[in-house]
């Protein structure tokens, strides 16, 4: 069987596969993509059942990727929101003031923004091949493509840049493991729990409701509105101290002791299911930027994982393929990309610890309450802390509000 021979190879085509497959394209660059499972049966990321948003580095990623992306949301039941004025969040005890900041907010499923991305030309490959990755073609000299298992037989697939869109299971750093090539992880325990349920409210309502935990719990919930005015409703805690329930009854009980009565309210309506419990107990960040190999990359959860509760992982992973096109353009090995995706998971990595009582470099609670005030009172630093919060501004700049300070504006690799 003859070798098949391509500039991009990737390995996966779910939301990073899709949006690898973009920037390749925009790069002037072929691509095959590997994909196991068709279309039609793919299950995604085993917590694609849960609550979904969309955050504004999300948003303005796929946009740079796919123009034109955000007028397509609603098509794919999404569902927008301007912060503050259309969102309630109580962060610390305290509510946020109702402010038009300039600022969206998306809900929408992750299956159907999968559904949204497979819809738009830019993301079908020039190949696709049914079949699995299963290693990868290693020299001296680096990566030079991947060994597939598909339907017509094993063969191997050449490539001037292999990328590992595989998710968090992926096998790549156990292959690159067996080969004498060691791949840092950096594993942080965040037994992280969701619980989910749909609800069709008692009354209309509109706009998104976010608790986020109180000093001294780990409870909190989220509720975003669906296209069909329907809500998922997600709560969330710490397994050891503060499992969330899957009954109906222990479901309104644990809203109830949230310190916000937003869900509570809402959850006088109807639940439309049973809650769906999704657990993450660890998260893992595969450091292909310490080392990284010639000729393969990682992106989305195969690059790092994060805990989900800050909504990070889409954002991560479509700012990574943006980045990795322009690396093209330059490279057609993308030379360089790794250290770039290495800022972006430092990033996602900063934010999932903010409130982590083992970082000195993060804001305290008095800190937190001075920030909190300065927010109330100016604007512009209610502004900087929910970019902050959409990974549109380094965690830094909480340290700067805390002490009354403009926050200084960061390096273009925020932009």
Same mark, same amino acid.
């Given at each position: ?66 123009p034109g992306i955000t007028a397509d949301l609603p ?6 929101? *301007? ?49 699995? !990755? ?49 791949? =840092? ?14 609800? *069709? ?53 644990y809203a109830r002791s949230l310190p916000d009565e ?5 959850? =006088? ?32 959860? !195969? ?12 954002s991560g992973t479509a700012w990574e393929a943006r ?23 430092? !990033? ?68």
């Amino acid at each position: 069987m003859d070798d098949i021979k391509t500039d991009v190879l990737v390995l996966g085509q779910g939301i990073g596969g899709l949006l690898v497959t973009a920037a390749a394209r925009a790069a002037g660059l072929s691509s095959t993509v590997i994909e196991r499972a068709p279309t039609d049966r793919r299950a995604g990321v085993p917590h694609a059942s849960q609550l979904h948003n969309l955050l504004g580095r999300g948003r303005r990623e796929l946009e740079r990727l796919l123009p034109g992306i955000t007028a397509d949301l609603p098509l794919f039941d999404g569902v927008r929101a *301007r912060v503050s004025t259309d969102t309630r969040v109580v962060d610390g005890g305290r509510r946020a003031l109702e402010r038009d900041l300039g600022r969206e907010l998306w809900s929408i499923p992750r299956m159907r923004l999968e559904d949204a991305l497979r819809a738009r030309p830019e993301t079908a490959p020039d190949a696709l091949i049914p079949g699995r !990755a299963v290693g990868l073609l290693l020299t001296p000299d680096g990566c030079g493509g991947a060994r597939v298992d598909s339907t017509g037989g094993p063969r191997p697939i050449r490539a001037d840049l292999v990328v590992d869109a595989m998710g968090g299971t992926s096998p790549v750093v156990a292959w690159l493991r067996a080969e004498g090539i060691e791949v =840092e992880r950096t594993v942080t325990e965040v037994d992280q729990w969701y619980s989910t349920a749909l609800v *069709r409210p008692a009354r209309a309502l509109s706009g998104f409701i976010m608790v986020f935990p109180s000093p001294g719990s780990t409870r909190g919930g989220l509720a975003s509105p669906r296209a069909d005015g329907s809500y998922a409703v997600s709560l969330n805690g710490i397994g050891a101290v503060d499992r969330p329930p899957v009954t109906e009854a222990e479901f309104r009980a644990y809203a109830r002791s949230l310190p916000d009565e937003g869900i509570t309210e809402l959850l =006088e309506g109807a639940l439309l299911d049973r809650p769906a419990l999704f657990r993450r107990p660890v998260a893992t960040w595969n450091r292909h930027d310490l080392a990284p190999v010639a000729g393969l990359v990682a992106v989305g959860d !195969a690059s790092g994982s994060p805990n989900p509760l800050h909504g990070q992982g889409v954002s991560g992973t479509a700012w990574e393929a943006r980045l990795l096109g322009r690396a093209l353009r330059s490279s057609p090995s993308a030379d360089g990309f790794p250290a770039h995706a290495g800022r972006v998971r430092s !990033a996602v990595w900063d934010l999932m610890t903010l409130h982590s009582p083992l970082r000195a470099d993060v804001p305290d609670a008095a800190a937190w309450e001075r920030i909190n005030d300065h927010a109330e009172e100016d604007p512009a630093a209610q502004a900087a802390v929910i970019d902050v919060m959409h990974l549109l501004a380094p965690v830094a700049t909480l340290q700067a509000i805390s002490r009354g300070e403009v926050p200084v504006p960061a390096d273009s690799f925020w932009e």
